[in-house]
């Protein structure tokens, strides 16, 4: 199982989920970048974004007697250092990813890992991952595009000079660069249009499960998801956010441009999908 996306779309939460569920085996890494990092070639910098996590991992375990977190940790490290190797080789190598992917899988029914970057994949690459087992399912959300977007700057927020002292002002000039088209990154993960045609183009229906973050938190999608999926349903925190942005607001004029911008994604997604989520149709209705 891969999961594609999209970014601040509640993939954290679903990989928590299937990573508790007794029929699945995800890895301790929730976003390997294998397919991305092969797509770009950019080894060398994932390579250090790998390394680096590794040691705040290796100094979280030397500062913790809990032998269970220890141990949970020195997973994690674990997972880090195949990781890297995979990556150390510069190469595509399929066949170690997958050994990765399945090490300790036992007799789980579904082995995968959810990495958003994928959905700004090619077709074909796409369908070189529906090709590395018998049976390979995709899920993608679908997140609100306005609310997406903020979160997504947010989240970011992190690894921009001077967002630690001025967060909201940090923020808020990544949102007005976006606006001026100088974000592409971020504008990449805007575009639920090009993501759904290269999907659909790849994978056929069956494969592909498309759902509304929106109605992501409820027993009904779990259950839709386990079905998809061959699992046994399972009952989920439906309460709980995993990795919220931090809370910042933005004013409505922004709102109403970044709605405004973003309107062809509303209506590809009408198109696609049909009938939009209340949340999707009370922003195009925002005066």
Known sequence: ??????????????????????????REIKEAHYFDTLDRGNFNWRI??????????VARREGTDDPARRARIGRNIAAHDELIAIFAARRADHDAYLAYLHANAGDAR??????PAYALLDADW???????????????????????????????????PGAKSDPEGTALAMFDAW??????EIDLRCDYAAALDRITQAIPEQER??????????SETVARICAFL???????DTETRVFAAESIA??????????DRLAPQYSHVRDRLGNLPPAWTARLNEV
């Open 1 to 26: 199982m891969f999961g594609l996306g999209a970014t601040r779309a509640g993939t954290s939460w679903l990989s928590r989920y299937l990573t508790d569920h007794p029929d699945c085996h995800m």
């Open 48 to 57: 250090k974004q790998l390394e680096a996590h590794r040691n705040r991992l």
């Open 110 to 115: 579904v082995v995968g890992e959810i990495t």
């Open 126 to 160: 796409l369908r070189l991952m529906r090709g590395l087992a018998p049976v390979v399912r995709f899920v993608y959300i679908l997140r609100e595009p306005v609310a997406r977007l903020w979160s997504n700057i947010r989240q970011t927020l992190p690894s921009r």
């Open 179 to 184: 606006l001026r088209g100088e974000e592409r």
């Open 209 to 218: 499960l498309l759902l509304y973050y929106e109605h992501l938190f409820t």
């Open 230 to 236: 061959g699992i046994r349903p399972m009952p989920a």
């Open 250 to 259: 933005l004013d409505p004029a922004r709102l109403r441009a970044a709605r």
